[in-house]
């Protein structure tokens, strides 16, 4: 029977996240406090005791997310068959499938939060969430909202069928949401994120992080890793390589992703990190798919 790991990634972050594996399970605890060490502050802390607004901090975000599934996913002792993550979860997959080192990824992880945090500084923008909207459309609401407001805005997470979420600078945001209620969508809201990811808006982190990505070691996956830029999969480092780098500016093809690993013959999908967002997002693309997690 095929498995399929799947990661999470930032929006999946709670106070208190890990605080129970950590205290019942010692080889989560090794690594939480490994983390610690190789990062110089006390992440674990953040973690389990807040305050929230520093959590939700990308900078902080993404490494507590990537830690708690990385950190659990090593107490499974499971052998995936196949593993793709969503955003920064595509990291945490990296581990999983033996293809990077816990603490290169971890190393990386934590600069790209930063320079994801800095970049939204330098370039501020937006994303907000359409609902009930074929693919299609929403990318066409996008482009007249660009060229009405004369700003980027982009589709930047391919959820799940009719779940979109879009990215770019604050004026072009609003005029696709106005545009999309007008064209029909049941939800478009605007989202408390601190930045427009995964859109150009984010090119001061591709630029800070390029040089870090072509130095990592990666190595031949033992199962393929579906890559966020192309849905598809793939066990070549060069590729890996690639991929992570075209993944900060394009937008995430999780429909696609799914959708491939089902033809490839995943009966199963196993969700490993905070949160149960992924199971949901499975579902709605195939309500028959067989979902289950680790939180």
Known sequence: ????????????????????????????????????????????????????????????????????SVALFKTLNEVPDMVAGHSLGEFSALVACGAVSFEDALKIVCQRGELMQHAGALNPGTMAAIIGMEDDIVVEVCKQASIKSGKEVVAANFNCPGQLVISGYFEAVEKAVELAKEQGARMAMLLPVSGAFHSS???????????????????????????????????????????????????????????????????????????????????????????????
């Not at 490994?34 to 902080?60: R, V």
């Not at 966020?228 to 793939?234: A, H, V």
């Not at 390589?241 to 799914?258: A, E, F, H, K, M």
């Open 1 to 68: 029977m095929s498995k399929a790991f799947l990661f999470p990634g930032q929006g999946s972050q709670y106070i208190g996240m890990g605080k129970d594996h950590y205290k019942s399970t010692p080889l989560f605890a090794d690594y939480v406090d490994q983390a610690n060490e190789i990062l110089g502050f006390d992440l674990k802390s953040i973690m389990f005791d807040g305050p929230e607004e520093k959590l939700k901090q990308t900078e902080f975000t993404q490494p507590a997310i990537f830690l708690h």
């Open 201 to 295: 808006l984010m090119q001061p982190a591709l630029d800070g992080l390029r040089e870090e990505l072509e130095n990592l070691i990666i190595n031949t996956p033992n199962c393929p890793i579906y890559s966020n830029f192309t849905g598809k999969p793939t066990t070549n480092p060069e590729e890996i390589r690639s991929n992570l780098l075209d993944q900060l500016l394009n937008p995430v093809r999780w429909t696609q992703t799914i959708h491939n690993i089902m033809e490839d013959g995943a009966e199963s999908f196993v969700e490993v990190g905070p949160g149960k967002v992924l199971q949901g997002l499975v579902k709605r693309t195939n309500r028959k798919a067989e979902t289950s997690g680790h939180q």
